[in-house]
């Protein structure tokens, strides 16, 4: 197969190419939902207004990576339209192919194997689609994947510099989403469990985690200080865990309880963020039943297959009951494998694979205890792909993990 610099090659501009044709045959889609939010944030930060939506108050609500690098990238163009935003979508999710194919070739063993699989992924309808989007998931699946790729590099060989590189890859993730805040709590398990269990046969340095640590704390301090400053309480990267609460009451199976109404109150009380965020709760565990069916609404629709462009761009069906089955049919073999994979990888204390396999079921639960839905999953997925494309090869008796 070709050099890894051909491979990166390669897959970079098919990406590219697929991506730019998919913006220039498709309508152009206005800014909805979340999308208006990211939008302003961009283009006030290419105007130098700072990290605020309407120009003077700083904000706090959403994760600053994405919102900063697209003003950038206004800013570098000399435009804020929506055009420039898709090309800096197709530009991003080019280079997550790339990270995704780096991080195939350090688990898989086979940089053919890695190369068609970064292929397969970059080319899924459900994932460029987001191209046409003013959202972040592009980029934070190449963010994702990037920290991802440094931690089973320094797996493989644990160096001081790998461990800090480690440490900055996951602070930067975690810059575009803080649902990523647990990663080096979960690297100091698998530190301690091999040390403390013979057969755990890691040896993961636990003066490496440590600095690890330190380096992803130092890269978000920054940001936690200025929101600190402006808004005098502890806000580690942004403050929209009550926005997820509010979706909850108000869009989820807590509405039928008055859900609804009771935010329309609590929003003429005036409490403070926290205040708000301890009644919602009280709210929720008063309605425990109802709030429980949500969660496993939550755990339901996260592995679903993203259909908002085919449902609300491209006039397609909405209704659950059509998008069941590519769900079914392409996501239910990869959980399949999977499950699987991450079953072979406890039973033969395979570091990569339950590093990954853990991180991936640790980002569902947070998603399914708050708000979960396909458009979630999308950073996540070169794990999904990975895992389940190994757990089949291994059901089928596939050497498709070679390292195993």
Request: glycine share 8%; proline share 5%; charged share 15%.
């Amino acid at each position: 197969m070709n050099s890894k610099r051909t491979n990166c090659f390669i897959l970079f501009f098919t990406s590219l190419l697929l991506t730019l044709a998919f913006v220039y045959f498709t309508p152009t889609v206005q800014p909805y939902g979340d999308s208006p939010g990211y939008l302003e944030l961009s283009r006030n930060v290419s105007l130098g207004h700072g990290f605020t939506e309407d120009g003077v108050n700083p904000a706090v609500y959403r994760p600053p990576l994405f919102s900063f690098l697209l003003g950038l990238w206004f800013l570098i163009i000399g435009s804020q339209s929506l055009l420039v935003s898709s090309l800096f979508q197709c530009l991003v999710y080019s280079v997550g192919s790339v990270f995704v194919f780096l991080l195939f070739d350090e688990l898989w063993g086979s940089r053919k194997g890695a190369f068609w699989g970064a292929l397969a992924v970059s080319c899924n309808p459900f994932l460029f689609v987001h191209v046409v989007f003013v959202l972040q998931e592009p980029l934070l699946m190449a963010v994702t994947t990037l920290a991802l790729w440094l931690t089973i590099r320094w797996f493989n060989n644990q160096t001081l510099f790998r461990a800090c590189i480690c440490g900055l890859g996951w602070g930067i993730a975690t810059l575009g989403k803080a649902v990523t805040w647990y990663v080096p709590f979960l690297l100091l398990v698998l530190s301690a469990l091999s040390h403390l269990k013979p057969q755990w046969r890691w040896g993961l340095s636990w003066r490496q985690v440590i600095i690890l640590s330190t380096v992803f704390v130092g890269s978000i301090a920054p940001w936690s200080i200025r929101n600190y400053r402006h808004f005098h309480r502890f806000i580690l990267v942004n403050d929209q865990a009550n926005g997820m609460l509010e979706y909850v009451l108000t869009k989820g199976t807590l509405k039928s309880v008055g859900g609804v109404e009771f935010q329309k109150e609590l929003d003429k009380t005036g409490l403070s963020p926290e205040e708000k965020k301890k009644e919602i709760w009280s709210f929720i565990l008063k309605h425990k039943a109802v709030g429980f069916h949500q969660v496993v609404k939550n755990f339901i629709w996260f592995p679903l297959c993203y259909t908002e462009w085919f449902g609300h761009v491209a006039g397609f069906s909405k209704k659950l009951q059509v998008w069941i089955w590519p769900a079914l049919l392409f996501h239910g073999p990869l959980y399949l494998g999977f499950f699987y994979c991450g079953l072979l990888a406890w039973r033969e204390k395979r570091a990569d694979d339950l590093f990954a396999f853990i991180f991936y079921l640790i980002y569902w639960f947070e998603y399914g205890v708050y708000w979960g839905r396909p458009r979630f999953a999308v950073p996540v997925f070169p794990v999904l792909f990975f895992l389940g494309i190994c757990g089949l090869g291994r059901i089928w008796k596939s050497p498709t993990h070679l390292k195993s």
